[in-house]
Nanobody
Framework: QVQLVESGGGLVQAGGSLRLSCAASGTIFSINAMGWYRQAPGKQRELVAIIISGGSTNYTDSVKGRFTISRDNAKNTVYLQMNSLKPEDTAVYYC????????????????WGQGTQVTVSS
């Protein structure tokens, strides 16, 4: 069974920084992509940033230039450095691991973390 454990959320003032971490544990042979999603009250969950196993990244427009996603493949861990935070960044942030291979041979699966609250005060 694969588990994603997130950490690093909290309360910060506008303009501040936070760093989220997400570690995947269990029997894992490979992970295609790891990413961060967020869901604000009354809104749909949206993709914030994603990083593919080869290192390429993609960000939603609202966080470009402020957030940086990185990944340690050896540790199956993904990070999200969030700078210049704004009140509109307030949401529950969810870690996602997609294309996870847990057995050979076998299919690939998707897993989600439990979510971590990020609150940015004005």
């Amino acid at each position: 069974q694969v588990q994603l454990v997130e950490s690093g959320g909290g309360l910060v003032q506008a303009g501040g920084s936070l760093r989220l971490s997400c570690a995947a544990s269990g029997t894992i042979f490979s992970i295609n992509a790891m990413g961060w999603y967020r869901q604000a009250p009354g809104k749909q969950r949206e993709l914030v940033a994603i990083i593919i196993s080869g290192g390429s990244t993609n960000y939603t427009d609202s966080v470009k230039g402020r957030f940086t996603i990185s990944r340690d493949n050896a540790k199956n861990t993904v990070y999200l450095q969030m700078n210049s935070l704004k009140p509109e960044d307030t949401a529950v942030y969810y870690c996602n691991a997609a294309g996870v291979k847990i057995r050979l041979p076998g299919g690939r699966y998707t897993y989600w973390g439990q979510g971590t609250q990020v609150t940015v005060s004005s």
